[in-house]
């Protein structure tokens, strides 16, 4: 059974730093593309981060390159996403996703984790 879990969540001031990882189990891991994809209330799901399996290629969503940084430790099976100068517009569930393209639409991921609370307050 595939299983994805995110932890590193939580409360932090504006300006402030997180580092979200993501934990995966029951499948092929090096061979899976991951991303981070959050939710506010009351909006849609939008996209983060992506990084391919070998993480020689990443992308990130224009609302925040520069301040967050995907990769990924195949030896691990881990994914992480640090997050830096957080903003209060930055707070939404986390979740981490893993599929067999390289896209940034959430319906072409297949696996998807719980989901990782991060609250920046002002």
């Known amino acids: 059974q595939v299983h994805l879990v995110e932890s590193g969540g939580g409360l932090v001031q504006a300006g402030g730093s997180l580092r979200l990882s993501c934990a995966a189990s029951g499948l092929p891991f090096s061979t899976y593309v991951m991303g981070w994809f959050r939710q506010a209330p009351g909006k849609e799901r939008e996209f983060v981060g992506r990084?391919?399996?070998?993480?020689?290629?990443?992308f990130h969503a224009d609302s925040v390159k520069g301040r967050f940084t995907i990769s990924r430790d195949n030896a691990k099976n881990t994914v992480s996403l640090q997050m830096n100068s957080l903003k209060p517009e930055d707070t939404a569930v986390y979740y981490c996703?893993?599929?067999?393209?390289?896209?940034?639409?959430?319906?072409?991921?297949?696996?998807w984790g719980q989901g990782t609370q991060v609250t920046v307050s002002s």
């Open positions: 996703a893993a599929g067999t393209r390289y896209a940034a639409r959430p319906q072409l991921y297949d696996y």
């Open positions: 990084i391919s399996w070998s993480g020689g290629s990443f």
